[in-house]
């Protein structure tokens, strides 16, 4: 749950709209405030607005956050609700996890990076000019135990 404001355009250098109709938004009245529920990133996203939206379908709003420990997953909901990620993004995105994770379980198998660049890269010049694919696994290991240090949700991000 995010709690926001509507402000007008022009207090936002360049105002990114937020459409009810686009996001097929349910709005819900509170005492002092207005829920909105809607669909962000393959969740259900809840915006708590102070003082209600008002009259109209698109408005631009002001974000409120705390700093403290909710301060980067806040962030994360934020960019998905104004930067809804298309669909190639996230299969690119998602498809680069699995890459990783498979370089991640083939170097703790034992294969030599060049194995694992055949396996994750297909077959290819080894190692490349200025050793890039050689250079590729590496990333790809490292990103890998990236993802498992940081657990499921790292994963799950990305969708």
Same mark, same amino acid.
């Given at each position: $749950?995010?709690?926001?404001?509507?402000?007008?355009?022009?207090?936002?250098?360049?105002?990114?709209?937020?459409?009810?109709?686009?996001?097929?938004?349910?709005?819900?009245?509170?005492?002092?405030? =207005?829920?909105?529920?809607? !669909?962000?990133?393959?969740?259900?996203?809840?915006? /708590?607005?102070?003082?209600?939206?008002?009259?109209? /379908?698109?408005?631009?709003?002001?974000?409120? $956050?705390?700093?403290?420990?909710?301060?980067?997953?806040? $962030?994360?909901?934020?960019?998905?609700?104004?930067?809804? !990620?298309?669909?190639?993004?996230?299969?690119?995105?998602? $498809?680069?996890?699995?890459?990783?994770?498979? #370089?991640? /379980?083939?170097? #703790?198998?034992?294969?030599?990076?060049? =194995?694992?660049?055949?396996?994750?890269?297909? =077959?290819?010049?080894?190692?490349? /000019?200025?050793?890039?694919?050689?250079?590729?696994?590496?990333?790809?290991?490292?990103?890998?135990?990236?993802?498992?240090?940081?657990?499921?949700? !790292?994963?799950?991000? !990305?969708?």
């Amino acid at each position: $749950m995010l709690r926001a404001r509507v402000v007008p355009p022009t207090a936002i250098a360049a105002p990114l709209w937020f459409d009810l109709r686009s996001r097929h938004a349910l709005r819900i009245q509170g005492q002092d405030v =207005e829920h909105l529920a809607f !669909a962000a990133g393959g969740e259900i996203a809840r915006l /708590d607005i102070l003082g209600g939206l008002g009259e109209g /379908d698109r408005f631009v709003l002001l974000f409120e $956050m705390a700093a403290d420990t909710r301060m980067d997953g806040q $962030m994360r909901a934020i960019r998905r609700i104004c930067h809804p !990620a298309r669909r190639e993004e996230v299969s690119l995105r998602l $498809m680069r996890h699995h890459q990783s994770l498979l #370089a991640c /379980d083939a170097q #703790a198998s034992g294969a030599s990076l060049r =194995e694992i660049a055949i396996l994750v890269l297909g =077959e290819g010049d080894w190692p490349g /000019d200025g050793e890039h694919r050689k250079s590729q696994a590496r990333r790809l290991i490292e990103a890998g135990k990236r993802l498992l240090r940081q657990g499921p949700g !790292a994963v799950l991000n !990305a969708i």
